[in-house]
């Protein structure tokens, strides 16, 4: 009974702990004056490319101008588009097999929204890709993204 009573104060203490480091992470602001956001490609351990931008003039500066490309990633359906894009499938054939896609017209209007927001661009007649310069923007938004619906959860 007293190694049972124990354990259970033992991994409720853990518990406990958890919830208190949890809480700090939310709470605590990191130092916005002399901070910078950077966004890399890295292959076999290079850095290939990067982009750093300072978090004051990132706040200092509208948003309005990444709407566009937010919205544009907003959609499951679209997200799902880019992600085959970036996959390797280029062809309307290909992407109109995304379930829950609807119809071929749905389809085109996804595209055009994802062109709209300079995210895709059109090659050939359907034949659609990723731009080059776009590939590292998309998948640091998704991550990001990710990280955002993932945060306060506790590991167990």
């Known amino acids: 009974m007293q190694g049972e009573l124990g354990s259970r104060l033992a991994a409720l203490e853990e518990r406990v702990g958890r919830l208190e480091?949890?809480?700090?992470?939310e709470t605590a602001m990191p130092p916005f004056e002399d901070g910078s956001v950077l966004f890399a490609e890295t292959r076999l351990g290079a850095v290939v490319w990067q982009e750093e931008r300072p978090v004051a003039a990132l706040l200092a500066g509208g948003w309005a101008d990444a709407a566009q490309a937010?919205?544009?990633?907003?959609?499951?359906?679209?997200l799902e588009i880019v992600r085959r894009l970036l996959a390797g499938a280029h062809t309307t054939h290909e992407l109109a097999e995304i379930p829950d896609l609807g119809t071929s017209g749905q389809l085109y209007h996804h595209l055009r929204?994802?062109?709209?927001?300079?995210?895709?661009?059109?090659?050939?007649?359907?034949?659609?890709?990723?731009?080059?310069?776009?590939?590292?923007q998309c998948l640091v938004l998704v991550a990001a993204a990710q990280s955002c619906a993932h945060v306060g959860e506790i590991a167990s």
Do not use: M, S
């Open 70 to 78: 937010l919205a544009a990633l907003g959609h499951p359906v679209r």
């Open 113 to 136: 929204e994802l062109q709209a927001a300079g995210l895709v661009t059109q090659r050939r007649r359907n034949d659609y890709a990723v731009p080059a310069d776009r590939v590292i």
């Open 21 to 25: 480091r949890r809480q700090v992470r």
